[in-house]
């Protein structure tokens, strides 16, 4: 078995969160999917580790989502997602339409 964590854009709210978490456990090969808004990221637990290209095929299908590799960094002070202030008025902002099938 693998785990691993992976980045993912695209998800506005929680109806994103369970549309990608419902598509990454529909693999064969995925055991166990978490999927968070709050830092917006999945953990997958895998029989064997899959391509993230496949995983991108996959969640592309279910909607407008781009999963990558977590890569650790240093902090540098700002962080490149939406604070849950920012989350909820750019949220506001956005038609359903963009956001959820």
């Known amino acids: ?25 529909a693999i064969p090969e995925v055991i166990e999917a978490q999927v968070q808004l709050t830092e917006p990221q999945a953990i997958v637990s895998m029989q064997q ?33 939406p604070s849950g202030k920012s989350r909820k008025l750019l949220g506001f902002l956005m038609p359903k339409k963009d956001c959820c099938r």
């Open 49 to 81: 580790e899959l391509d993230t290209e496949k995983l991108q095929q996959v969640i592309s299908a279910a909607g407008n989502y781009r999963i990558g590799e977590y890569q650790e960094t240093e902090p540098t002070g700002a962080s490149k997602h």
């Open 1 to 25: 078995m693998t785990t691993k964590m992976y980045t993912v854009d695209g998800m506005m709210c929680d109806g994103c969160v369970a549309t990608v978490k419902s598509a990454l456990k």
